[in-house]
């Protein structure tokens, strides 16, 4: 099974871009039938899905967050990653890569999790 | 889309039984048999312990089982075990490539 780990910045000034990358190992993400997806949880509240991209490119994202959303893939650093502009304070969660098994549309597996703080 | 409905709290002696109920509406846990549960603990990412509404995971437990009656989903867990204390989240697919998760329910074994 493949095994997720997030990676970037932990604090990110409001207004400013929130970048996070998530590498796969164990398998290629290109020859992979999932979907990679993010998901984010504030706090001690419960979770939010943020969007998911499959190999060929093409995304997804919760209608809530679209317009501020961009999900990619990097096939070559088997790779794939969340852009998250304007963020304010509420954008402040811990944030997990799972993928999609397109058979059951669940999520699994799942990273561990990076926390994203906003504040100046 | 809104939250999926799941009570704050649930409660079971060991051994007892627990059941959360994840209610959502026609567009999402009433119009397709893929919903999923998760179980969380404190740090620590969450776990899919059902999935299409009944199946589980291979290394899951036969004490956890999943149902759905219209657009109310249910996760029991039966022999209720100290390990089992934990977080637990809904999901379901809500159509037009969306997911949408439940409001959480934890679970406290007394």
């Known amino acids: 099974q493949v095994q997720l780990q997030e990676s970037g910045p932990g604090l990110v000034k409001p207004s400013q871009t929130l970048s996070l990358t998530c590498t796969v190992s164990g398998g290629s993400i290109s020859s992979s039938n999932y979907y990679w997806s993010w998901i984010r949880q504030p706090a001690g509240k419960g979770l939010e899905w943020i969007g998911r991209i499959y190999t060929s490119g093409s995304t997804n994202y919760n209608p809530s967050l679209k317009s501020r959303v961009t999900i990619s893939v990097d096939t070559s650093k088997n790779q794939f990653s969340l852009k998250l502009s304007s963020v304010t304070a509420a954008d402040t969660a811990v944030y997990y890569c799972a993928t999609i098994v397109p058979a059951a549309l669940s999520f699994d597996p799942w990273g561990q999790g990076t926390l994203v703080t906003v504040s100046s | 889309q809104s939250a999926l409905t799941q009570p704050p709290s649930a409660s079971g002696s060991p051994g007892q039984s627990v059941t959360i109920s994840c209610t959502g509406t026609?567009?999402?846990?009433?119009?397709?048999?893929?919903v999923s549960w998760y179980q969380q603990y404190p740090g620590k990412a969450p776990k899919v312990m059902i999935y299409?509404?009944?199946k589980r995971p291979s290394g899951v437990p036969d004490r956890f089982s999943g149902s759905k009656s219209g657009n109310t989903a249910s996760l029991t867990v039966s022999g209720l075990q100290a390990e089992d204390e934990a977080d637990y989240y809904c999901s379901s697919y809500a159509g037009t490539n969306n997911y949408v998760f439940g409001t959480g329910t934890k679970v406290t074994v007394l």
């Open positions: 299409e509404v009944s």
């Open positions: 026609s567009s999402d846990v009433g119009g397709y048999n893929y």
